[in-house]
Nanobody
Framework: QVQLVESGGGLVQPGGALRLSCVAS????????MAWYRQGSGKQRELVAAETSGGAISYGDAVKGRFTISRDDAKNSWYLQMNSLNLEDTDVYYCYFTDYEQVYWGQGTQVTVSS
């Protein structure tokens, strides 16, 4: 089992920045993929960014050039630096972890972009 704890959400003005963090504990295998998804009310959950233990990175089209995913394997942690936030980025953000056998989700953290 793997447990995920997220932090870093909050309220920010348009154009501002936030950094989300996710820490994994438990049976964290070295071969894995870590990611961030987001979901708004009435919307499907969508991929924001993902990074594999092999270094492959992908981003959702809506955040390319503004968000950056990174990971610190020594700390079993990954991060999402979100810059140039706009109103459409308001969502609940979930961290995601898979060791390619099981999938785990964080509890979600609210990001609200508002003036």
């Amino acid at each position: 089992q793997v447990q995920l704890v997220e932090s870093g959400g909050g309220l920010v003005q348009p154009g501002g920045a936030l950094r989300l963090s996710c820490v994994a504990s438990g049976n964290v295998r070295s071969m894995n993929a870590m990611a961030w998804y987001r979901q708004g009310s009435g919307k499907q959950r969508e991929l924001v960014a993902a990074e594999t233990s092999g270094g492959a990175i992908s981003y959702g089209d809506a955040v390319k050039g503004r968000f950056t995913i990174s990971r610190d394997d020594a700390k079993n942690s990954w991060y999402l630096q979100m810059n140039s936030l706009n109103l459409e980025d308001t969502d609940v953000y979930y961290c995601y972890f898979t060791d390619y056998e099981q999938v785990y989700w964080g509890q979600g953290t609210q990001v609200t972009v508002s003036s």
